[in-house]
Each structure stands twice: as C-alpha cells, then as structure tokens.
C-alpha cells in the first residue's frame, strides 16, 4: 500500500437509496483497481463493505464502511453506507467527513425518496456530488427517463459528462462528452474495455448532450460565458477546468452511468471521482474550538500538529473494537501521542492502519486529509477529537436525529436489568440513533431506533455480543382521561374518634377544558370557610389522585376544579385531612362528571411506489385512519394522515410486507382525542390486567 498526499487522495461517501447498487459498485471498484481478485457479490455474501452476519443474512448494508482503491496515482477512500430508511442517518455521519458525495440512482426506479434524504444531507455540509446512474443494464432501465427524474427531483445543475452505449441488455459501455470517445466494455464482467470512435447510433445523442454540457459549464462562469458567445463553443481545457471548479463549489453535478454487477462503466466512474471532485486538502481549513469554547481554525496540512476526528467506532467480531477517523492536520506516523481531547486521556495507537471492509491494512504514515482506522482504543467513541498534546481542539460532532419508534424491553431472567442497562449503552457508544429511557407513567423499559429493524437488531447484538436476552413488547398507548360533563360534589374526610382527630371538608365545582388545556384550580373560597393555609393541601390532593385516573388508572387531564366551600374544625384539622378530603371530591367528582377516556393521534406520512397507493389508504382507513390527503413526489406517492398510535405499533412490519420494503414512513405526535366506545372496555380491561387501575381509596 502506498503513501498518497492529501492533494492525491478522494474521499467519497457513497450513499443512495436502498438497493441502488452502492455496495456492488465499491465491489466492482475494488475487482477491477485489483484490490480484490474476484468480484464480490452482495447475493453470495462476499461484497466486501457488507461483511457483518446481520448484512449478509438481510443482504443489505447495516452500517458504514470504509474500503479504498488506488486509481491513477491517487487513492480513493469509499464509505460505503446503507440506503435503507433505519440506517439513512449513517449516510449523515458518512458524508460529515467526506469530501464528496457520490450518490446512486437505480435506472429502473429513479430518484426515490432516500435519495432526495442524502441529497439534502449534501446540501447541509456544501459538499461537491456526482452522479451515478446504476443497474442500466437493467430491464426498463432508461436513460431519458432516469435524467428526467434526476432533474425534475434534484434539479437541473445535474449534467450527463457521459451518455450510456445502449440499455438494458444492450448497454455495453459510455461515451465520455469531454474526449467525445466511446468506452466499450468487453462483456464477460472483467471490466476490461477499449477506447475507439462514438458508434453511430450513439453519436446524436452525444452531440446534444456534449452541447448541454458545454452551454452549463459556461453559463455559470462569466469568462468562460462570454468565451461561449464568441466562439460558439469552449476548448477541453476550458471544460474540464471550468466543470472541476463548479463541481468543487456545488454548484454543478456531473451525471455517469453503470453496471455494478455487469461491471460497465466502472473505470470511466473512478475517472469522473479522480478528475472533478475535489481532494482531500482542497476545502483548505477545518474549524473547532479550543479550550475555553472559542473557535479555531486549523489548515489541512501536513505541517500543522496532528489532529483527527473520529467518526465512528464499532465492535467487529475479526478485530474487536474499530475506530474510524480522518486526519485533519498534520502527519500521523507510529510515532504519534495520539491524545484524546474529549475525555483528557492519552490513547495509545497499535498501529497505523487503514481498513478494507473488515481487513485492517497496515501503512507507514496517513498525510493530513487521509482517512485511516485503529484498532482498540480504550476510552474514544464516535465523535472524540485525537490531537498532539499541547495543540488541542475539538471537532464538532455530529447531531444524530432523536428516535422516532420505540419499544417496551424486559430482561428474559429477572436481575438482568443491571447488565441490560450496561450492554445497552455500550451500543449507544457506536450507534448514536439508539435512545434509552424509562417511561414515567408505565414504567416500562423503552429501546428506541429509527424504525423497527433498527431495534430488532440491537437486540440480537445484545444477545450476541453481550449475552443478555430481553423481550421486546410494543410500547404501551400513553392513554389519558377526562370528563365530558360537569359535577359538583363535596369531599369530606373525618375521623374523630378518641384522641387527636382528623377532620376536612370540601365542596368543589369541576367542568372541563378544552383539549390540551390540562388542569385548572380556582379557589372561590369566601369568609373562611376554610382557612387560607390548608387550601394548598386540597389542590396538591386533586393534582396526586389525577395522575390515576378512576376509569382505568390512566392520568386525567383537560378539566378545571373550582374549590367553593367547605367547612373545618379548630383542632383536628391539618393539611394531610384537607389534602384527603380533596382527593375524595376528585374521585367522587369525576364519576359524576361522565369521565372518558383519551388516545394519542399520529400524524402520518407514508411513501411508496404509486401502485400500492390504494392498498396502502384502504389500510390506513382500517386503521381507523383519515386520510388528509395525497400526492405525486416523483414516482412516488405520499399519504398524509391522522392514525390512532394504537392502531400503528405493527405499522413498520406490515408496511415492508405490503410494499416488499419499497415503502417508508414517519409519524409524529399531534393530539389527544375520545377513544370510541367500542373500544373502552377492552383498553380497561388490559390496563387493569396490566397493574394499572385505582388505588386503594385513603382514608
Ligand atoms: N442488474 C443489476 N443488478 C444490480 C446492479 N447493482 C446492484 N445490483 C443488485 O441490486 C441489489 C442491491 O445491490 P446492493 O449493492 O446491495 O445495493 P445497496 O445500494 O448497497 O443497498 P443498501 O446497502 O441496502 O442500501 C443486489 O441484488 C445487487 O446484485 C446493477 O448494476 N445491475
Ligand atoms: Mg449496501
């Protein structure tokens, strides 16, 4: 393995929809640089970047990986990373270090809705992209309509710097618009290729896209604009500068076209990475913060103290614990203090290495910009900056999106919560999407993910790495209750039966809010019916028997106490007998007033191809769902509606299987309403079953 400079080296995150084909394009990167001496194959379990049990069970990517190549005197570094909806933010935390995006787009299904979820990720770091269209080989693949949908979903600045050479059977290689020469591949997979003259049935459509290209480069540059007007047309040299430097300021996106698996296109797509994306020193500084919090810049150089920002650890059953990172400053040799900032500890480095999939390969030295791993680190954890002693800052790490399903979790053997607690966070070290949490009301356990495969696999790596076995259960429904009507009651508590006595009387008015209005206490006391100080007590009696409701436990809310009379004895009455007195109104109160019980509302946002659009309504109406609405986003169709939480804990699950995992959605929060009385016998019924319900009445 070579040294590289940063100015030689390429840092690409590779992210896309899932299925893309980003996994079968490093593989077929790394066979045809000879990094690999066969082509690996996501279906046989030997892709190089999706080399975890769970990956090759699942054949999808799970986690980001790194992989690099060596092209033309420069080495790219690939981070391979997963499309699928519950590991897109791995995509996020990929492209944080990258330099550049190379995002993937199947030719069959076009731009899907992952696709335009990395893009905006790209657009928030301001990174250079390029293009690639995929699985061209494909059945129904189709140039037009693949661009058509590249453009009217991530926007015209997109430009084809290649037209295919025939489609799916027939595609057999790419025109490149720069040298207007035809890369014909020799058809056995070996990725071996000639060079020769555009054949004629490609040479129209080359000639009108070499014009666009030409025409896009030139209209984003003044010089080279007015050099259009003049000539008619730009030189190579004069292209090729012009699409480099608008490519590194994003503000053009070349456009190249393959076939991972048929291995078509695959040195002329390394040419495009090597030839227009920016290297790894180019963005010229990073930013951090020092000691006291103040920003600090520091040049991505080789002549600056080491620094480097650690991106990702994980636990791999060949190495142990992994850490990724990229240099950032400065030179790392095996004679580097590597210091981490972050936890004030000095970490002590077992090698300079780099990774390719799951093999750590050894190097002398990583220059500044350079993306190497380390193996067994004691204390660092995704997001920790290493420094030189004496020269330390701290990179920005990056924010990971909060949960969005979780699930109730019970040990399998009693008294293994302790070590639950512990293997747990051991996997929030490396999986930042993960969240941990105790549930106040229900006092479940919650594991909470991105979606429902997120989850279900931390739970196997609990059991696999750590051996602890813990039940997974759906969520319980955070119910509420309120009241309908109104009541007026009285609540007397009195005990005056041989020595000191406790006596408290009140007469309370209750009516509800409106929702979400939660709880109201008015006192309308007069003349000292009861005295000043023992008021409190009876609202903090109301305020503690409220959080159990009388219908099924559940806390009671959106309704107002007014406190309007009562009645008190010199000596036996004391805070504790008017705060019992004010628990006993409630209850009696809530009866009377026609109490009901609450459910959470979910607005929902489901994706899918538009032939399941109809299946997927008729559904959400079984749900007891409205549907609010519809709409076209590409190929893709997206229904908004209300759906009832209780009704979408197993949404996850029967989405996959109704659209063959081609669907997604999002659910959040949005109102409380009255649970059909159809229902409220059942839910009592299970919470009372569930050890909620009334307590023992005091007193
Ligand atoms: N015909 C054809 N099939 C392809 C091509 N590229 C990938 N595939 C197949 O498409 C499927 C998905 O490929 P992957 O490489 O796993 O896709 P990915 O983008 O890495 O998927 P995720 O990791 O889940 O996001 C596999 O069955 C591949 O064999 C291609 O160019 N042509
Ligand atoms: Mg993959």
């Not at 799970?62 to 791995?90: H, R, Y």
């Not at 291995?263 to 006291?292: C, M, S």
């Not at 709409?631 to 997206?638: E, F, K, L, P």
Request: hydrophobic share 35%.
């Amino acid at each position: 393995m070579n040294v590289y400079e940063g100015k030689n080296i390429r840092n690409v995150g590779i992210v896309g929809h899932g299925g893309s084909g980003k996994t079968s394009l490093v593989s077929a990167i790394l066979f045809d640089t000879g990094a690999t001496t066969r082509l690996g194959r996501v279906e046989d379990g030997n892709a190089t970047t999706d080399y975890d049990d769970e990956e090759i069970e699942r054949k999808i990517t799970i986690s980001a990986k790194l992989a690099f190549c060596e092209w033309n005197k420069n080495k790219i570094n690939m981070l391979d990373t997963p499309g699928f909806v519950n590991f897109i933010q791995e995509a996020r935390g990929a492209l944080r270090v990258a330099d550049a995006a190379v995002v993937v787009v199947d030719a069959v299904s076009g731009v899907m809705v992952q696709t335009e979820k990395v893009w905006a990720y790209a657009e928030e770091f301001g990174l250079a992209r390029l293009v690639v269209v995929n699985r061209l080989d494909r059945e129904t693949a189709n140039f037009e309509r693949s661009l058509e949908s590249i453009h009217q979903l991530l926007g015209r600045s997109c430009v084809p710097v290649q037209v295919p050479i025939g489609q799916e059977k027939s595609f057999k290689g790419v025109v490149d618009l720069v040298t207007m020469k035809a890369y014909t591949t020799a058809g056995d997979g070996s990725g071996k290729f000639t060079e020769g003259p555009i054949p004629p049935d490609a040479e129209g459509r080359a000639k009108e896209y070499r014009d666009k290209l030409v025409e896009s480069v030139a209209e984003s540059d003044e010089k080279l604009m007015e050099k259009f007007f003049d000539s008619g047309t730009l030189s190579d040299e004069e292209l090729i500068s012009g699409l480099k430097k608008q490519v590194a300021e994003a503000k053009l996106y070349p456009i190249v076209y393959t076939s991972a698996t048929a291995n078509i296109g695959i040195p002329q797509l390394l040419n495009a990475i090597v030839n227009y994306l920016p290297d790894a020193v180019q963005r010229g500084t990073v930013t951090g913060k020092n000691h006291q919090g103040a920003e600090v810049t520091r040049k991505i150089a080789d002549n600056e103290p080491f620094s480097a920002f650690v991106f990702k650890t994980y636990s791999d059953p060949f190495t142990g614990r992994v850490s990724l990172y990229r240099v950032l400053s400065g030179v790392l040799t095996a004679d580097t203090h590597p210091y981490n900032v972050n936890r004030s500890v000095a970490e002590r480095f077992a090698q300079v290495a780099t990774m390719q999939g799951k093999t750590l390969v050894n190097v002398p030295k990583l220059h500044a910009g350079d993306i190497g791993a380390v193996a067994k680190l004691k204390e660092t954890v995704t997001g920790d900056t290493l420094t030189e002693k004496g020269h330390e800052l701290t990179y920005p790490s990056v924010k990971w999106v909060q949960p969005v399903i979780s699930f109730a979790i019970e040990p399998k053997s009693r008294g293994d919560e302790d070590k639950i607690s512990q293997a747990i966070h051991k996997l929030m070290d490396e999986d930042l999407g993960l969240g941990y949490s105790r549930e106040s009301q229900t006092k479940e356990f919650l594991l909470a993910g991105q979606g429902q495969m997120h989850v279900e696999l931390a739970v196997a790596r609990l059991k696999k790495r750590y051996g602890v076995e813990v039940l997974l259960h759906p969520p319980k429904v955070p119910y509420r209750e309120t009241i309908k009507g109104k009541a007026d009651v009285q609540g007397k508590h009195k005990k005056q039966s041989g020595g000191h006595g406790q006596y408290g009387d009140c007469k309370i008015r209750m009516e509800p809010l409106p929702r979400g209005g939660d709880f109201e206490f008015k006192n309308e006391v007069f003349g000292g019916a009861i005295p000043k100080n023992f008021i409190p007590a009876v609202e903090k009696g109301i305020q503690e028997s409220r959080q159990k409701g009388v219908l099924a436990g559940f806390p009671t809310v959106d309704f107002r106490v007014i406190l309007y009379d009562g009645s008190y004895h010199d000596v036996d009455s004391s805070e504790m007998a008017f705060k019992i007195a004010g628990s006993l109104a409630f209850k009696k109160g809530i009866r009377e007033a026609k109490p009901i019980l609450l459910e959470p509302v979910m607005n929902v946002e489901v994706v899918a191809p538009e032939e399941f659009a109809g299946d997927l309504m008729g559904d959400l109406n079984s749900r007891r769902g409205r549907v609010q609405g519809m709409d076209v986003r590409g190929r893709s169709t997206v229904i908004k509606a209300q759906v009832p939480l209780a009704e979408m804990l197993s949404y996850a699950s029967d989405l996959t299987s109704k659209t063959g995992a081609r669907g997604s959605y999002t659910m959040e929060f949005h109102h409380y309403d009255e649970v059909p009385a159809h229902l409220v016998d059942k839910i009592i019924a299970n919470a009372k079953a569930g050890g909620h319900g009334e307590e023992e009445e005091e007193g």
